[in-house]
């Protein structure tokens, strides 16, 4: 398929009346029920059991899955407010790491549209964490069973990172989605430790990676459930060395570290 949506798809959902307004022409009749060709994405379906596997024409190549995450990111999210298009884009997100997965696509090009993507949903996860209008809470309570679209993304990409390696191909943002990683499963000794060993040295020593070590070691240092360096975390936390998406990744565990802070102001 070399449009953003097959031909197929775009007309069952027209009949079916399930486009999404941002796929739909713009017209004074509210009535007037037209897809956009130029417009529609396609949407994320999840297989079922016993289902054929997709048609080749309705499968995107990575050329178009890159058009296509260019269009939501640079057009949608520029006209729309965020937390009006947040549902669109993640299902059609959701849609573009599927048809990765389809073709069991692992080169540079899924590297890419995956850490664009890993970007997008941090984003979300805090500027939309008190918008009562999106259902991002959901993807906070799943945070920490991996089951997130973020903690899924980050994953993906370890998993990438991993194999290229093995080809001695190494991609330049690794050691900063390496950091988000680790910010993101903090509480997770497990995941992060496997992180640890896995991560080749250079970016293991990048100096995202050890501020990210650096931040998870100050927020998971628990007495009797206390945290006693809640002071040092958070003013790490304003330093210029925190970007604004490790930042974000940090603010997924406030609700906890403010807790344990507060039992450690009881104990003193």
Do not use: W
Not at 28 to 34: K, M, T, V
Not at 62 to 91: C, G, W
Not at 96 to 106: A, H, K, P, V
Not at 108 to 115: C, G, R
């Amino acid at each position: 398929c070399m449009d953003m949506c097959p031909e197929f798809e775009r007309h069952e959902r027209e009949y079916q009346k399930g486009l999404d307004p941002l796929e739909r022409l713009s017209t004074a009749s509210p009535n007037d029920y037209q897809v956009d060709h130029a417009r529609a994405v396609k949407r994320y379906r999840r297989a079922a059991a016993g289902d054929p596997p997709p048609l080749p024409c309705d499968v995107r190549p990575p050329h178009v899955l890159e058009m296509t995450l260019d269009y939501l990111l640079n057009e949608i999210l520029a006209k729309t407010p965020l937390e009006q298009s947040y549902a669109f884009v993640r299902d059609r997100t959701r849609s573009i790491r599927n048809d990765l997965t389809i073709q069991n696509y692992r080169g540079k090009e899924a590297v890419t549209l995956n850490e664009r993507i890993a970007r997008y949903h941090i984003l979300c996860s805090h500027t939309l964490c008190d918008n009562k209008s999106v259902t991002i809470q959901q993807e906070h309570e799943q945070l920490k069973k991996s089951g997130c679209f973020l903690s899924r993304s980050l994953l993906t990409l370890s998993e990438h990172y991993k194999e290229l390696a093995t080809k001695n191909i190494y991609m330049p943002n690794e050691a900063e989605f390496q950091a988000y990683s680790i910010l993101v499963h903090a509480y997770n000794n497990e995941m992060v430790t496997r992180f640890e060993l896995d991560l080749p040295e250079h970016v293991f020593l990048d100096d995202r990676v050890q501020l990210a070590l650096e931040m998870r070691s100050l927020m998971t240092v628990e007495q009797n459930g206390a945290f006693n360096n809640y002071a040092a975390f958070f003013r790490k936390l304003r330093s210029a060395k925190v970007s604004y998406l490790m930042a974000c990744c940090l603010h997924l565990h406030f609700v906890r570290v403010r807790r344990n802070a507060l039992k450690a102001m009881q104990l003193a």
